[in-house]
């Protein structure tokens, strides 16, 4: 059977049984809890030592100057540092969700350090309200606390990461709460905290920031003196004026249990036992009181803290520590006195095994079909166990039976194994995180690794992130980090080396960020070195930029390719350095010259011309200067007499200028000298004619203008000095003189002189202004017949169009004559006679 041994430790409560295993023997020295304030971390956190400033106390040997004194929760020392803050006396201390420590004194100022004793800045204020009333009590939770003032009012920060302090509304009391309480955010209908006070009457005052409620007054007879919450806020475990323990739900409606105590004086300390008793302490006394039956005592000579755990609680006292918890139901199956329980069987029968006694097949025999429940028992029950060989048993236990159960999950045992290994590394004396299995699965394996890096337990964190196959790269970030900033006296190549050689076992990982760090810790050189082991452009180049390595940034950004990045570098090198440093580092790269040269020709164009004469392209800066003028003839002032003609016209001189200076530009400085000629006779235009109607045109609309307006001297002036060939000439004057329906002049000036392009343009001139009898005057001088026929036809003169078609001799184009008029029957057979006699001659 079973070891009797390891249940005659057990304590029966009721039904069920509670064992309170030793876990460590404090390691620390001269520590008296009763001389200290103490914050215990849940999760086997750390511990936080402080003599109590509200008592008196002797000294011995010890200084006068208060130490802050941080251990693991074995007793091992971590770190200290002397207490000197301010404010007045230490109201409250308490370990938030993160392991920081948050200490609380009377002005309402809030202190934070980390494991190593490190003061964290900033501090947090409570408020002004806090600093003039004075903080008497706290309450803490996760990531957040409650303070009371002497005026009994309530401050609240919700969480420390946006500390942000709100009053809660007015408890309308005189005098001080006998206790106090909170129910979490997470568990309350608002989502905001809950606080529970405990006041003189018969019933318990609920706070929030909106309103106050009393709660409890149909099933309390008289105030409550100790008041804790569950840890899932469901039950309210109190302790009464006349000695009695309640258990009730949070809302305060219903009693769920009862029991007389054995004193009358409310207990120093009250705490949740998981979720099946409620531990009571006195000056010597814990008191552990279940649901149903006779409370089980343990008996103290020296004080102790409790600290609530989900599955138990922790028992600091100044020489050890120790874990309250029920027994699981599967270390219970094994070891009660007289179990034989398929699980108990197992374990007897490898016992039997080991001593090579047929027992072992006997005990198998008896398990029969419940092997695989008895197998996950004994996983179950390893991992519960804190003593390691005890743990090992009971897995050999598993494993023995495991060989004869051919449908068990086979990578159980495996799985439980890990996890072991895993919760005995950590329980180590020199770590000292206590966790049980149900608090390691409910913290997580990435938290517990975080925590260890804190902790600086850096080679035991990747061994275990290696060995359970998670990412390496946090370790090693933060231990790179660390070694940065411990070792101010190794030489930068040597930290290097270092470096890299553990960097290089994680891939993918990030070298800017530690070069980052490097920067930040005052050694710029180790960071540039860093940075060159980064593959990611996007990532070493911000760094580059930040450590003042400007030149390898742009390297770096053009190499890549990535526009951005480049864009990114140009930027943060033009506000830093001189124009013409600027000018000459973009100059050899391609590429960032090429984008700085399409954002600055969009945005900045004057600083686009400096770097344009810096480099000798003084095209690129006459184009600049020709777009500019083109920019201010956009601007509606520029125009009838406006100043603003005036320096356009100085800037295209000073195009033309630029551009003669090179040899490959002729054309562009003849144009440049044309179009300031131009400008000026069309701004001498709209001054005359007082129309703003000239500048910008084209030479030829010009010309146009001028001779719809009347002034022939204006256009002829033009023509001679752009040099206007005859047939341009002749071609706008027709069309001119056609809009303005001045056929007189268009008549007279077709007489001057036989004109280069013909009368065409004249004839169509009439015909598009539906002068039919002016086209007249000018069809029978053209000179092809062709020509006179189209031109017949199209003002429908079917018989001019048919004799001078007849003269043509064209088939064809009797063909399209004929389509022409094909609603004239009489001027349809017209031309089928001519085609007909065409054909007939040839």
């Keep these: 059977m079973a070891n009797v041994s390891v249940a005659a430790e057990w304590q029966l409560l009721y039904n069920r049984y509670y064992r309170k295993p030793e876990l460590y023997r404090m390691g620390w020295l001269h520590v008296d809890l009763s001389r200290n304030r103490v914050a215990c971390a849940p999760f086997g956190g750390p511990i936080a030592v402080i003599r109590d400033d509200s008592k008196i106390v002797q000294l011995h040997s010890e200084s006068a100057l208060r130490k802050l004194r941080i251990f693991n929760s074995a007793g091992v020392l971590l770190s200290e540092t002397v207490w000197k803050n301010p404010g007045g006396r230490l109201v409250a201390m308490s370990w938030t969700d993160d392991q920081t420590l948050a200490c609380v004194v009377q002005d309402g100022t809030v202190y934070r350090y980390n494991v190593y004793a490190k003061l964290l800045e900033p501090n947090i204020s409570m408020g002004k309200e806090c600093f003039e009333q004075n903080v008497v009590d706290c309450v803490f939770w996760g990531n957040g606390l409650v303070c009371i003032t002497e005026s009994n009012q309530l401050f609240c920060i919700s969480d420390f990461k946006n500390p942000k302090s709100s009053q809660l509304a007015d408890t309308g009391i005189e005098e001080p709460p006998h206790c106090m309480a909170v129910i979490e955010p997470q568990y ?18 609920a706070v929030e920031e909106d309103g106050v409620q009393q709660l409890g007054f149909e099933v309390l007879r008289g105030p409550l003196q100790k008041m804790a919450v569950s840890c899932d806020g469901q039950w309210l475990a109190s302790f009464t004026h006349d000695g009695r323990l309640l258990v009730l739900t949070s809302d305060m409606r219903q009693v769920i249990m009862e ?22 302490y006195w000056d010597d006394m814990l008191l552990m009181m279940g649901p149903i039956g006779d409370p089980v005592r343990y008996f103290y000579d020296e004080p102790i803290v409790l600290i609530p755990e989900c599955d138990g609680v922790r028992i600091l006292s100044n020489s050890s520590m120790e874990f309250l918890q029920r027994v699981p139901d599967s270390t219970e199956s ?16 490898l016992d039997h095994f080991d001593r090579r006694s047929a027992k072992a097949d006997e005990n198998l025999r008896l398990i029969g079909l419940s092997l695989p429940e008895a197998v996950e028992a004994c996983i179950d029950a390893a991992g519960h166990e804190f003593d390691i060989l005890r743990q090992r048993t009971l897995l050999r236990a598993a494993s023995y039976g495991q060989a004869f159960c051919s449908n068990f999950q086979r990578d159980r045992i495996q799985e ?20 049980s299995i149900q608090q390691y699965k409910l913290l997580t394996p990435s938290v517990l690794i975080s925590r260890l890096i804190n902790a600086h337990q850096h080679l035991l964190a990747l061994r275990i992130s290696e060995y359970l196959g998670m990412n390496q790269e946090v370790v090693i970030m933060h231990w790179t980090c660390s070694k940065i900033t411990a070792s101010l006296a190794i030489p930068d190549a040597v930290l290097l080396e270092i ?20 920067d930040k810790s005052g050694r710029r050189k180790l960071a540039a070195m860093l940075v060159e082991h980064e593959p990611r452009s996007s990532k070493q180049v911000p760094l580059l930029l930040s450590i003042g390595e400007e030149d390898i940034a742009l390297i770096k950004a053009t190499e890549c390719g990535d526009t951005d990045l480049v864009y990114l570098v140009l930027f943060h090198i033009w506000q830093k350095r001189q124009p013409l440093e600027f000018f000459g580092m973009i100059q050899a790269r391609t590429l960032a010259r090429d984008l700085f040269i399409v954002y600055a020709r969009c945005y900045k164009q004057e600083f686009l011309k400096d770097y344009f004469l810096s480099t000798g392209q003084l095209q690129e800066v006459a184009f600049l200067l020709w777009k500019e003028s083109w920019d201010l003839g956009q601007n509606p ?42 400008l000026r006779m069309q701004h001498e235009l709209e001054v005359s004619t007082k129309q703003a109607i000239f500048v910008d045109s084209s030479i030829s609309d010009t010309i146009r203008t001028c001779i719809v307006l009347g002034n022939h001297r204006a256009a002829m002036k033009v023509k001679t000095e752009f040099k206007v060939s005859e047939k341009r000439w002749y071609w706008l004057k027709v069309f001119a003189l056609s809009t303005i329906r001045d056929w007189d002049a268009l008549e007279k000036f077709s007489r001057e002189k036989r004109p280069p392009i013909g009368f065409r343009p004249f004839v169509e001139a009439c015909i598009e202004a539906d002068e039919k009898g002016e086209a007249l005057k000018y069809i029978p001088k053209l000179t092809d017949p062709r020509e006179r026929a189209e031109s017949y036809a199209r003002i429908g003169m079917a018989k001019e169009a048919a004799d001078a078609a007849s003269q043509a001799k064209d088939g064809e184009l009797l063909g399209r004559l004929k389509s022409t008029f094909s609603q004239n029957a009489a001027a349809s057979s017209i031309f089928d006679t001519l085609r007909s006699s065409f054909q007939g001659v040839s």
């Design 499 to 518: 470096l890299l050689d553990k960097l290089k076992l994680c891939k993918g990982i990030s070298y800017a960020a530690v070069a980052a760090h490097a």
């Design 416 to 435: 439980m194994s890990k996890i072991l290994r895993v919760l005995n590394a950590v329980r180590n004396h020199e770590i000292g995180i206590p966790l």
């Design 334 to 349: 094994i070891f009660k006195i007289g179990s034989t329980s398929p699980a108990a069987l197992l374990y007897d029968a």
């Design 637 to 678: 002032m520029a125009s009838k007499g406006s100043p603003l003609l005036g320096p356009r016209i100085k800037l295209i001189e000073k195009v033309q200028n630029l551009f003669s200076e090179t040899k490959e530009h002729t054309f562009e400085s003849k144009a440049a000298e044309e179009h300031s000629k131009l």
């Design 259 to 280: 029991q007389e105590c054995e004193s009358a004086l409310p207990p120093e300390q009250l705490s949740w036992c998981g979720m099946d008793s409620v531990l009571l």
């Design 188 to 205: 309350t209908m608002s989502g905001n905290v809950e606080v529970l006070l405990g006041v003189g009457e018969a019933y318990v005052l």
